[in-house]
């Protein structure tokens, strides 16, 4: 007998690969060819208007509106040439997701038709701020808000097979001037990180006039066909399998990672390079990640706020582009159960306006100093905020996938090698012995000349959340359904708020008569000793390092809403605010966001996952058992032993025992689920309840599903199983 999941099968083998998408000879010729670039600002504005245009960019100073006019009218002009009919302010809300509000650039004059775009159009839109997460700053009665131009991330044009539409990057505030959104909060912390870093390369070089924050994201997916995709009401509407029995093959051969990637996959990757590269978006690498199904792409390293726009843009591309290929993406940190989930590796580092990346060793023991000096802070920054880092990458999806097999614990640490580890030992307890390749000025000092460090100078940790990667930090636990935003907001603040104190002490004993070389390796030695605790080398996923980590004072923080505390302390509060990238307003609004977007999350995978047994589980388990009574009564009726039918009846007691369990946890899930509503005005005391009450009914349901699926005949089991979605290509 056929179900739908058979016919699913059969449409899934009879697919053919979508038919590859014209490539240009050379990337170069398309690259870009959808972003209003220097280069065409430069064609379609004025040379002064440029040059205004470009200053305000590079000095991060407001855009005068009488320029945002002539701006918009070369924007607009060139956006039409390309095919544009409409323009939308896009911007990063606190969903996670992107939002657009698109607008005709059509006016009516006088009965005459005409396109138009005014720089108050460019500047300044008027969303509805009460239908979006504001955390209590906005009541749904007040539904002002504004998007501002961020002439920083250049303006792109989304181009699908009915339309295209100018995009332009903003930041979302409220009516009374709070942050909204991530953008706004993240160019503050750039702002704040680059005034601190440039006070700190002043030491070393005058010539520093600014420093930018790079990064360069990892995005990991998973592919599934949409035939399957549609008969899972829980991928459907939860991003993940909340039943789902282990195949008997998973990844343990270890041979999807770096294989051949499957044809139609390819495909589609092919597609999503070519969308991304019109977008101005550097992808470079493409491969199969660990995971049956599971695929990786990352992209150049980019200047902090376009990388992140364009990771928030290409997520958007990747489930476009895959709808087009019969694939459904997800990027839910842990579709499947017991096979590695997904992260969105974040690799940052400093760059300085004389070309210097502040994280990259040099070969003179001057630049070596002032790498120390940044690698060093950002070390001790880690150890002094580790809850706060923990608690920007806590979400439902990331509790699932932290302290797995494939990704950091939930006890933030640091990986910097062996070699750099040498290094700190010795300032930490500096030999006194002369070595001949120490310039002389160090001796003393016990502090050795560095040597240059290859990019692959230290050994890569898996388990690591915060690892350094030769001219970089890796920031590894961050999920992969995420704004990359958050997590770099805070990076960027407690470096600066880092960088900002260690200033403070060298000018306090240079002003002492203490030599500025003498008083930098004294301070370093100071920091190496206070954050050691923060560094480990070994493996993460080991139950004794969790026993190392409480010994040094670590937290290990497994649940999203306790991690999220760290958000509201009063260091944190103090911290934001005296950088003025937050008001504690807009912080107690996050938390509260956060924590019901958390609760929101859960239950809607309760509520789907009781549906499903119900629906689905409960009926497939009887239509079996009746199946073996039925054939147990045959064979009485022919007066055969009951030896001869001791099978099917030892079958029927087993689907009996479970379906019991499963209406039994079934039950006590929906009263789980009835206390849970009633505590939603403590949204902190709900979220917690849900984390434990809920989630253990959950995973009790489970238990007695996935126990049901192994013994419910194949044609019987109405859902996808994990060995067709993970490997039927």
């Not at 503050?188 to 005058?206: G, H, P």
């Not at 509060?573 to 008001?583: A, E, G």
């Amino acid at each position: 007998m056929s179900n739908p999941r058979t016919k699913a099968l059969e449409t899934i083998q009879n697919r053919k690969s979508t038919p590859a998408v014209e490539h240009p000879r050379r990337v170069s010729e398309i690259f870009a060819s959808h972003v209003f670039t220097k280069d065409v600002m430069q064609q379609y504005l004025t040379k002064d208007i440029y040059k205004q245009l470009a200053k305000a960019i590079e000095e991060g100073t407001p855009v005068e509106r009488d320029i945002a006019d002539f701006v918009a009218r070369g924007m607009q002009n060139w956006a039409i040439e390309q095919g544009a009919t409409h323009y939308t302010h896009w911007f990063q809300p606190l969903t996670g997701l992107t939002a657009e509000k698109h607008d005709s650039f059509l006016t009516v004059k006088d009965g005459r038709a005409l396109e138009e775009f005014s720089g108050s159009n460019l500047a300044q839109q008027e969303p509805d701020a009460s239908s979006l997460p504001s955390g209590g700053i906005r009541n749904t009665f007040e539904a002002r808000g504004y998007t501002a131009w961020d002439p920083s991330s250049p303006a792109f044009i989304f181009e699908n097979q009915y339309g295209k539409t100018l995009c332009i990057p903003t930041i979302f505030v409220s009516y009374t001037g709070e942050a909204l959104d991530f953008k706004a909060p993240l160019l503050k912390s750039m702002a704040s990180l680059e005034e601190a870093a440039v006070n700190v390369c002043k030491l070393f070089d005058r010539n520093v006039k600014s420093v930018t924050p790079t990064l360069g994201v990892e995005q990991e997916y998973f592919l599934v066909d949409r035939a399957f995709f549609d008969l899972r009401p829980d991928l459907i509407l939860a991003g993940r399998t909340v039943v789902g029995a282990a195949p008997a093959r998973g990844q343990q051969l270890d041979d999807h990672y770096f294989g051949s990637i499957p044809e139609r996959v390819y495909a589609f990757m092919k597609e999503v390079e070519i969308e991304s590269y019109r977008l101005g978006i550097p992808l470079t690498t493409r491969h199969n990640e660990v995971a049956p199904s599971q695929f990786e792409c990352a992209p150049l390293f980019e200047e902090l706020n376009v990388a992140v726009d364009h990771n928030a843009l290409f997520m958007d591309l990747l489930e476009r582009v895959a709808r087009k290929h019969s694939f459904r993406v997800l990027l839910h940190e842990k579709p499947y159960a017991g096979i590695n989930g997904s992260g969105k590796h974040n690799n940052w580092s400093m760059a300085t306006n004389t070309g210097k990346n502040l994280l990259s060793p040099g070969s003179a023991p001057k630049e070596n100093l002032q790498f120390l000096t940044f690698f060093i802070n950002t070390i001790k920054a880690v150890h002094e905020h580790a809850d706060l880092l923990r608690s920007v990458i806590a979400s439902a999806g990331n509790d699932h996938r932290l302290g797995a097999n494939e990704a950091p614990p939930a006890i933030i640490s640091v990986f910097i090698g062996s070699q750099l580890s040498k290094v700190l030992d010795e300032i930490e307890k500096p030999s006194r012995k002369k070595k001949k390749d120490t310039p002389q000025s160090y001796v003393k000092l016990g502090i050795p000349k560095i040597p240059e460090l290859r990019l692959d100078n230290t050994d890569r940790n898996r388990t690591s959340p915060f690892a350094f990667t030769g001219n970089k930090f890796e920031f590894r636990a961050v999920g992969s359904s995420s704004n990359s935003a958050g997590p770099m907001i805070v990076l960027n603040a407690i470096v600066a708020n880092q960088l900002v104190e260690f200033r403070k002490t060298i000018d306090r004993k240079v002003s002492r008569g203490k030599k500025k070389e003498v008083a930098i390796i004294e301070v370093l030695r100071d920091y190496v000793k206070e954050s050691k605790d923060i560094r480990f080398e070994g493996n993460g996923y080991s139950d004794e390092w969790v026993d190392e980590a409480t010994k040094r004072g670590l937290n290990n923080i497994k649940k999203t809403p306790k991690a999220l505390d760290a958000y509201i302390t009063e260091s944190t509060i103090k911290l934001f605010t005296k950088l003025d990238i937050f008001s504690e307003v807009e912080l107690r609004a996050r938390h509260e966001i956060r924590l019901e977007q958390y609760v929101k999350k859960i239950d809607i995978e309760a509520r789907v996952l009781n549906e499903l047994v119900i629906n689905q589980i409960m009926p497939a388990a009887l239509r079996a058992q009746k199946e073996l009574a039925e054939n147990v009564e045959a064979l009485k009726d022919i007066d055969l032993d009951a030896e001869f039918y001791e099978v099917q009846v030892e079958l029927i007691k087993e689907l009996a025992v479970k379906v019991r369990d499963l209406r039994k946890h079934s039950l006590k899930l929906d009263e789980a689920l009835e206390k849970g509503e009633k505590l939603e005005e403590e949204v902190r005391e709900q979220a917690i309840f849900y984390s434990e009450d809920v989630v253990s009914e959950m995973e009790a349901i489970r238990e007695a599903a996935d126990g049901l699926e192994e013994l419910v005949p194949d044609s019987h089991w109405p859902l996808p199983k994990y060995r067709e979605m993970l490997f039927t290509r």
